[in-house]
């Protein structure tokens, strides 16, 4: 059975840091490049960041992390970690781990329940 915990989500003031993790219970997707997408209330979910599978795994950030987010994975532990910095308000919302590309929805996929980051202003 597929399932993706996250965790380490929090409210931080703008312009703290936080580390989420994600742990692949199972090691389903160990094998998989694996994104952080998040979904804003309101708002499609979307690709913060993704990782490359393998010994030497390339990171990937999109506009709003570059610079600011570094993401990790530890395959022996099957988990992966994004670390964000100089956090504003605006990326306030759940955040998601899964595979790259995205499963699709449920049921036909399989989503974790996220863990929120909520920035104050």
């Known amino acids: 059975q597929v399932q993706l915990v996250e965790s380490g989500g929090g409210l931080v003031p703008s312009g703290g840091s936080l580390t989420i993790s994600c742990v692949d219970v199972?090691?389903?997707?160990?094998?998989?490049?694996m994104g952080w997408y998040r979904q804003a209330p309101g708002k499609q979910r979307d690709l913060v960041a993704r990782?490359?599978?393998?010994?030497?795994?390339?990171?990937w950030y999109g506009d709003s992390a570059k610079g600011r987010f570094t993401y990790s994975r530890d395959n022996h532990k099957n988990a992966i970690y994004l670390h964000m910095g100089s956090l504003k308000p605006e990326v306030t919302a759940v955040y998601y781990c899964?595979?790259?590309?995205?499963?699709?929805?449920?049921?036909?996929?399989?989503w974790g329940q996220g863990t929120q980051v909520t920035v104050s202003s």
């Open positions: 199972g090691g389903h997707f160990s094998r998989l490049d």
């Open positions: 899964n595979r790259y590309p995205a499963s699709p929805p449920p049921p036909a996929g399989y």
């Open positions: 990782i490359t599978r393998g010994a030497s795994p390339a990171p």
